[in-house]
């Protein structure tokens, strides 16, 4: 398996502007977590899914993220508008069994907001 | 407050030494602790798995969990430049909230 993949690695938009963040989870796997990072909040989880059911969604920020994941192999994650505040790196990971199995993560996507 | 509280760093130590790096909870529930390292530009990866309380040794890593302390130690023997990367302590509660919640994450530099 090529592991979990993400698009695009790297995203440079204008504040106002619709970003969408695509990842494929591992085949198999039933968790998948999005989560962004930034030097001053660290690794934050946005939102994570239970195969392809939204569990938790109490780390989104605002009702400007939504995601989703329609199927097993794909997932998405949306932000509109997008604000300079938005700028850090999403990850995107996923595991058989939830938080008591490892987590696999993608390379991530490097947003910027100009 | 945060869940898990990890000190962010830098640190900054020469090769061959022995590295500390910890974190502390506030949630009673967490019961799978985990350390993840992350090399620059790159997703976190899984370095060291416990369940419950105890130590678990891998190679020149050791892991410690304290559940009545809320605290978790990763301690790194003879440490090498290879070893320079950020690492995030990470837990789960292991039931169906099975959410992994990450430590900020420390940067460990070793000086060769």
Redesign the interface.
């Known amino acids: 398996d090529a592991g979990v993949i993400q698009s695009p690695r790297h995203e440079v938009t204008e504040m106002g502007q619709e970003v969408t963040l695509r990842c494929k989870p591992i085949s198999g796997h039933d968790y998948l977590f999005w989560y962004r990072q930034t030097m001053m909040r660290g690794l934050e989880l946005l939102i994570y899914f239970n195969n392809n059911v939204p569990i938790d969604d109490s780390g989104m920020p605002e009702d400007r993220f939504s995601a989703k994941m329609p199927n097993a192999s794909f997932s998405t994650l949306k932000i509109q508008p997008s604000e300079p505040r938005d700028s850090a790196v999403y990850f995107c990971a996923s595991s058989w069994g939830g938080g008591r199995t490892e987590a696999f993560f993608g390379q991530g996507t490097r947003l910027t907001v100009v | 407050q945060k869940e898990v509280e ?1 000190d ?1 760093g830098p640190l900054s130590v020469p090769e061959g030494a022995i590295v500390s790096l910890n974190c502390t909870y506030s949630n009673s529930a967490f019961q ?1 602790f ?1 350390w993840y390292r992350q090399y620059s ?6 370095l060291m ?1 416990t369940y419950s309380s105890g130590n678990k040794e891998d190679g020149r890593f050791t892991a410690q969990v304290d559940k009545s302390s809320k605290y978790i130690s990763l301690f790194i023997r003879d440490s090498q430049p290879s070893d320079s990367a950020t690492y ?1 302590c ?5 039931s169906s ?9 420390t940067r460990l530099s070793i000086r060769p």
Not at chain 2, 41 to 46: A, D, S
Request: aromatic share 12%; net charge positive; hydrophobic share 40%.
């Open positions: 990890q962010p799978y985990m530009r790159k997703g976190p990866e899984l798995y995030l990470a837990m789960s509660a292991g909230a099975s959410k992994i919640i990450f430590g900020s994450g």
